[in-house]
């Protein structure tokens, strides 16, 4: 297993990464927060991709399932009709249109998901679940849960969950959406 040594110096992130940051060799000496910031970032992609790969690794051995396939069916399951506009599954997910449609795509191989035009716009596309998603569902929803408490809320104390989220809640903004300015 890699430590976050290994993973420092694999992806050149950590405290070295500010170092590479264009403004040149006479660029001043880089402060402190700088390097936390950078070694933050890299600390943060790489619990979400560990986590995350540790539920694939649950979920394909249990129900089959990738576990942005199990984010699809949670969120159309706690949708109103069991159905959302691909532009809002789209900003649910936080995926490309494109991301989209192959993940919805693939569970409608399956017969977990259908995708339906509304009748008044025929621009607007629909996904919704099926009878087979909710059953997959079902099957899923424990084994994504108790992953994620194995990996990530059972390595955090009730109050550092709290205040992680409260943290991750302010770098995001109120909105849920961050500020990207050009």
Same mark, same amino acid.
């Given at each position: 297993m890699k430590t976050q040594k290994d993973h420092t110096a694999h992806t050149g992130r950590g405290k070295d990464a500010v170092a590479h $940051?264009?403004?040149?060799?006479? =660029? %001043? =000496?880089?402060?402190?927060?700088? /390097?936390? %910031? %950078?070694?933050?970032?890299g600390d943060l992609t790489h619990a979400t991709d560990l986590v995350r790969a540790r539920l694939a690794v649950l979920l394909e051995a249990g129900p089959? &399932?990738?576990? +942005?396939? #199990?984010?699809?069916l949670m969120v159309l399951d706690a949708a109103p009709e069991k159905r959302l506009r691909m532009i809002d #599954?789209?900003? *649910?997910?936080?995926? *490309?249109k494109s991301g989209v449609t192959r993940l919805v795509d693939r569970l409608q191989e399956r017969d977990l998901v259908l995708r339906a035009?509304?009748?008044?716009?025929r621009? #607007? %596309?629909?996904?919704? &679940?099926? +009878? /087979?998603?909710? =059953? @997959?569902?079902n099957a899923a929803a424990p084994v994504f849960v108790s992953g994620? @408490? +194995?990996? &990530?809320?059972?390595?955090? +104390?009730? $109050? /550092?969950?709290?205040?992680l989220r409260g943290d991750l809640r302010r770098i995001v903004g109120h909105d849920g959406e961050a500020d990207v300015k050009p």
């Open positions: $940051t264009g403004r040149g060799e006479d =660029a %001043v =000496a880089h402060t402190e927060r700088e /390097q936390a %910031v %950078v070694a933050l970032w089959g &399932l990738a576990p +942005e396939e #199990v984010e699809l #599954v789209s900003a *649910s997910l936080r995926l *490309s035009a509304c009748p008044s716009d621009r #607007v %596309v629909y996904a919704g &679940l099926t +009878e /087979q998603g909710s =059953a @997959m569902l994620l @408490m +194995e990996h &990530l809320g059972g390595r955090l +104390e009730e $109050t /550092q969950l709290e205040r």
